[in-house]
């Protein structure tokens, strides 16, 4: 059934996605505060619109994909809450603190709609591609339909749990990501100094027990996985900036928790060093120039 889809946050992440439920012959009324972002979006299929209360206004599924909580919270409670149908799905996809998450959910319940977070995993290549991993927190009733409002731009989607319990999954994810592409990065570094072609270490490591998503799908050394940001210089794909605001997510998360977590704590203390070094912008693969010592080659932004 074609829907109108408002989609906010046009993104590294929300330009695949929402030319993805364009593909899918909805309407996608699409903005974001870039003009370029709304150029590409029109350029994708998307209708461009003025402002969010006018993406909004005839929506039966408004998405958002904005880089942090306060965006989040802004967005819902001054432009989406009130401007957009009641009986519009309310989609938050981008990663946030749990406490903002469920905060969101109470004044869009308060205010008679239907609110999940989505948090997704799988990078801007399945962002583009329509794979993605949805990780959802809603009523259970409702996830069948929140699973089909998802489906044009996902491989997968979970029901986590009740509101906040997506995000929850998410930073957990992150965390493992952040760890296994420092280890990643690390193992390279080494594999030079030893004398190890780092392709070839590619070869091996794909195939034995260090595999893992940041070695298959995101190889920061150039060559082996042509689509991986470490063969465009870091451009684009998961900024360290995102990569870090997860971290102390999960810190953050842990901190209240009381859970014990060393190697995320350590994570975030290098990307936290790195983001200072001024490579905040660059995908948070780019760590492995750190580690080499070679950024003097890496651009800042
Ligand atoms: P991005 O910075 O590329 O995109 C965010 C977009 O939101 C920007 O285009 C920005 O202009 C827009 N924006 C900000 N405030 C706005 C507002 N008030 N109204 C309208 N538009 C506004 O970030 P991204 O990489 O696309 O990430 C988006 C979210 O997805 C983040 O929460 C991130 O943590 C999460 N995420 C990213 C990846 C990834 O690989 N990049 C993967 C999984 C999850």
Redesign the pocket.
Known sequence: MTQTVAF???????GGMAANQAKAGHVVMA????KE?VERAVAAGCQAASS?AEAVKDADVVIT????GP?VL??YSEQIIGAAPTGALLLD????DVETCRKVAGLAAEAGYVFADA???G??MAADAGTLAFMVGCDEPEFARIEAALEPMSRATFRAGDHGAGQAAKICNNMILGITMLGTCEAIALAEKLGLDPVKMFDIVSKASGQSWSVTTYYPWPGPVPTAPSNRNYDG???TA?ML??LKLAQQAAAAAGATTPLGAQTEALYQMFDRLGFGGRDFSAILQLLRGKLDDLPTD
């Open positions: 906010i946050g046009l993104g590294n992440m929300g903005f974001d505060l870039s972002a969010v994909m904005l880089p942090a965006h802004k967005v996809c981008s990663t946030i948090p997704v995993s990078g801007t794909g998961f900024a995102m605001k997860d």
